[in-house]
Nanobody, 126 residues
Framework: VQLQASGGGLVQAGGSLRLACAVSGRTLSSSVMGWFRQAPGKEREFVAANRWNGAPTMYATSVKGRFTISRDSAKNTAYLQMNSLEPEDTAVYFC????????????????????WGQGTQVTVSS
C-alpha cells in the first residue's frame, strides 16, 4: 500500500483547503484512514480518522466542526476538507492507513498505522 498526499498550501486565516490522499494497493473495508499533523518542534498529533467503509468517524476536538473526512472509492482517494482555518492549524499533514480493524479509542494512536504518506505542508497566515 502506498499513499500520496497532496493539496497543501498557504492560505489566510478563515480560508479553506482540501487535502487528498491517493491510495494504491489493496485496502480492506475495515482498514482505517487517519489524518495526522505535525508542527515544528511538536509531536505528531491526531486530526481525524474513519474506516474505509465510512464508519465510525472520529475528529480531534480542535478540528471538530471545521474539518471533514470524505472519500471517493472509485478513485481510491480520501479527502480532508479543512474550513475556517486558523494559524494554529499550520503543520505538515500526513495521511495514514491501518490494516487493522481499529477500535475508536486506538484510531488516534500514530503507532497503530501501517502505511504513511509523505506529508503535505499547510500554512495558515494571520
Amino acid at each position: 500500500v502506498q499513499l500520496q498526499a497532496s493539496g497543501g498550501g498557504l492560505v489566510q486565516a478563515g480560508g479553506s483547503l482540501r487535502l487528498a490522499c491517493a491510495v494504491s494497493g489493496r485496502t480492506l473495508s475495515s482498514s482505517v484512514m487517519g489524518w495526522f499533523r505535525q508542527a515544528p518542534g511538536k509531536e505528531r498529533e491526531f486530526v481525524a480518522a474513519n474506516r474505509w467503509n465510512g464508519a465510525p468517524t472520529m475528529y480531534a476536538t480542535s478540528v471538530k466542526g471545521r474539518f471533514t473526512i470524505s472519500r471517493d472509492s472509485a478513485k481510491n482517494t480520501a479527502y480532508l476538507q479543512m474550513n475556517s482555518l486558523e494559524p494554529e492549524d499550520t503543520a505538515v499533514y500526513f495521511c495514514a492507513v491501518s490494516r487493522s480493524n481499529l477500535i475508536i479509542s486506538t484510531m488516534r494512536v500514530p503507532g497503530r498505522y501501517d502505511y504513511w504518506g509523505q506529508g503535505t505542508q499547510v500554512t495558515v497566515s494571520s
